[in-house]
């Protein structure tokens, strides 16, 4: 076996190695879903004045799906099942984040203050994403803190209309959140063709 072949076959144990202790099913085409479906929400918000509540909702309720969908085909890709131990602690990791923000959605909507509900989302998905980043590839450590800086700028700067600051962060982050995972995993199964995409 020469230098490069073992150095081959190491890179492929160690990367093995981490998903029995990280949670690789991380796709990029979600990232990408998730930000695709928020700008058609920013659309709906704009173009047909749709209600505030219901179009943000209506988001995250087909993000969700998205999701789910492309965690799914990738775990049959790598042959393992969707549900695991590593699924469940990243779930775990994000819920209270998220029941917090559900929590916080109808008290400051039904006060009137749904103005301040995207930068609470956006700090919430922040806190979220960096609980979740202690089982999961760096990338998510980077996405929870640049949500961090986005929901912080969004409640402190004048207010804008949600569909802007919502375009700016969901969509476009996602996006590029996605685009980035995305030709990271296709230059790793490219260097090692018996990964899956």
Request: charged share 10%; glycine share 10%.
């Amino acid at each position: 076996m020469s230098g490069k072949e073992a150095e081959q076959t190491l890179s492929v144990i160690r990367t093995l190695m981490e998903r029995s202790t990280c949670y690789t099913n991380l796709s990029g085409h979600a990232g990408i879903a998730a930000g695709l479906l928020t700008l058609v929400g920013c659309g709906l918000r704009i173009w047909l004045r749709t209600p505030f509540l219901t179009t943000w909702m209506g988001v995250l309720i087909t993000t969700v799906g998205a999701v789910i969908f492309f965690t799914a085909r990738l775990a049959q890709a790598n042959g393992e099942p969707l549900w695991t131990r590593q699924a469940r602690t990243v779930v775990m990791a994000l819920l209270p984040a998220f029941g917090a923000a559900l929590l916080l959605t109808l008290v400051l909507f039904r006060v009137g203050q749904q103005a301040l509900l995207p930068g609470l989302w956006m700090l919430l998905w922040g806190v979220g994403a960096l609980a979740m980043s202690f089982f999961t590839p760096r990338v998510i450590s980077m996405l929870g803190a640049t949500f961090l800086a986005a929901g912080t700028l969004v409640l402190l700067a004048p207010p804008v209309h949600d569909a802007l600051s919502m375009g700016l962060t969901f969509g476009a982050i996602h996006l590029a959140y996605g685009i980035v995972l995305t030709c990271a995993r296709q230059a790793t199964c490219a260097a090692h063709p018996a990964l899956p995409l």
